[in-house]
């Protein structure tokens, strides 16, 4: 039997146990603002993006190839060259008769040998200027050619440098030829490799 003074009103009602939401954890601190370092001249800028890179470089064109200054010569050539110059340094100075009497006479240089018929000279009295002999002539193989070798040629067109052997030949302007045509002449010189003798500005002497 139930006790009649306790009455199921009377009995503690049993509570449903909360599930208890975790206490908020407390924020952390904000961490201290670090002072901002002043931008240096000397710094270097940044690299630039990959969009704006540098243009790269041209491909450099081919160098062209200087005129010889010296012609290609055989052992031949070159002791008959050595032997001329010793031949020049020995040959008399021909005078023309006269030369030295009348001033219209030895002002160019030029010779003509004497023709008179009591003619000192003509008939080559020691105390005469030396008349010109075959004697004193270069060896044939060198004759006519530059200090340095090459074979002259005389040239007016541009097709007659195409004509020319650069590395015995070298060229010489017609002195009639003027300054705009001789500038394409030695350029037309210049860029086949062929050595012009007498250039508009010569640097060297041609020894």
Request: aromatic share 4%; glycine share 4%; proline share 14%.
């Amino acid at each position: 039997m139930t006790d009649p003074k306790s009455s199921p009103a009377d009995e503690p009602e049993e509570t449903e146990a909360k599930p208890t939401s975790p206490a908020p954890e407390p924020e952390p601190a904000p961490a201290p603002k670090k002072a901002r370092a002043t931008r240096s001249p000397a710094r270097k800028a940044a690299p630039a993006k990959a969009s704006e890179e540098e243009p790269k470089p041209k491909a450099k064109a081919p160098k062209e190839t200087p005129p010889p200054r010296r012609p290609k010569l055989s052992p031949e050539l070159a002791r008959l060259l050595t032997h001329r110059r010793s031949q020049d340094a020995h040959r008399p100075l021909f005078v023309r008769q006269a030369a030295h009497r009348y001033w219209r006479i030895g002002r160019d240089g030029a010779w003509r040998r004497p023709r008179g018929l009591q003619s000192k000279q003509r008939r080559h009295y020691g105390y005469r200027p030396t008349v010109v002999s075959i004697g004193y002539r270069s060896p044939r193989l060198v004759r006519g050619r530059t200090p340095t070798g090459f074979r002259p040629v005389l040239v007016l067109t541009v097709a007659e440098i195409g004509r020319i052997d650069p590395a015995h030949e070298a060229a010489i302007i017609a002195r009639t030829i003027g300054t705009q045509k001789r500038l394409v002449l030695e350029e037309a010189a210049r860029k086949r490799g062929v050595h012009v003798l007498n250039p508009i500005t010569k640097e060297t002497r041609e020894t």
